[in-house]
Antibody, heavy 127, light 110 residues
Framework: QVQLQESGPGLVKPSQTLSLICSVS?????????WTWIRQHPGAGLEWIGY???????YFNPSLKGRVSMSVDTSKKQISLNLSSVTAADTAVYYC????????????????????WGRGTTVIVSS | EIVLTQSPATLSLSPGETATLSCRAS??????LVWYQQKPGQPPRLLIY???NRATGIPARFSGSGSGTDFTLTISSLEPEDFAVYYC????????????FGQGTRLEIK
């Protein structure tokens, strides 16, 4: 069964770039799945950051204003997240998840939901 | 901007009762809605997809319904393990494609 594991520094200084990795085990990273990052601020709800496909196609939350990038490394079976110019407002638990879809030529034709989640990793932005 | 509004924010019930959670979209963004359950210290878990289909391993006491802009998650005969936070979610397929979550409903033991 597919398992996801997030990793990365737990502490990032303001104005720096937050970089996280999601490692996929027990299944394919190149199938008809998008891979997504979600974050949860302390005591708050879920915020979608973006999702990416192994072809390089990506979609991001407009509220992140161009600070975010994602990519899939199929050889390492990893999905990366980079968030630049971080502030204290980026302090959160960051989750990666698999997006269950049906697709045609890389285009989502039906979206079902996020069916596999990592356990999350806490990132604190502080000097 | 499309917003999903969940109500109530907190629902206090006893085991054995029925919970009815609402999710309303500010405009019709999708024909389908997704529900997740999140317990403290755990990631969310997929509960319901396509508005009314239970995900693998989800008990039959969980059911989803709705269409257009109004959706409902019903949990009948509440079990102690059902007390958690529930989030609704939709994917906006029109460009730019994005995903939106409701703010969550906390289901607590009365």
């Amino acid at each position: 069964q597919v398992q996801l594991q997030e990793s990365g520094p737990g502490l990032v200084k303001p104005s720096q770039t937050l970089s996280l990795i999601c490692s996929v085990s027990g299944g394919s990273i190149s199938g008809d799945y998008y891979w997504t990052w979600i974050r949860q601020h302390p005591g708050a709800g879920l915020e979608w950051i973006g999702y990416t496909y192994h072809s390089g196609k990506t979609y991001f939350n407009p509220s992140l204003k161009g600070r975010v990038s994602m990519s899939v490394d199929t050889s390492k079976k990893q999905i990366s997240l980079n968030l630049s110019s971080v502030t204290a407002a980026d302090t959160a638990v960051y989750y990666c998840a698999r997006v269950w879809t049906t697709m045609f030529r890389g285009v989502i034709t039906h979206y079902y939901g996020m069916d596999v989640w990592g356990r999350g990793t806490t990132v604190i932005v502080s000097s | 901007e499309i917003v999903l509004t969940q109500s109530p924010a907190t629902l206090s019930l006893s085991p054995g009762e029925t919970a009815t959670l609402s999710c309303r979209a500010s405009q019709s963004a999708s024909d389908f809605l997704v529900w997740y359950q999140q317990k403290p210290g755990q990631p969310p878990r997929l509960l319901i997809y396509d508005t009314s289909n239970r995900a693998t391993g989800i008990p039959a006491r969980f059911s989803g319904s709705g269409s257009g802009t109004d959706f409902t998650l019903t949990i009948s005969s509440l079990e102690p393990e059902d007390f958690a936070v529930y989030y609704c979610q939709q994917r906006i397929s029109n460009w730019p494609s994005s995903i939106i979550f409701g703010q969550g409903t906390r289901l607590e033991i009365k």
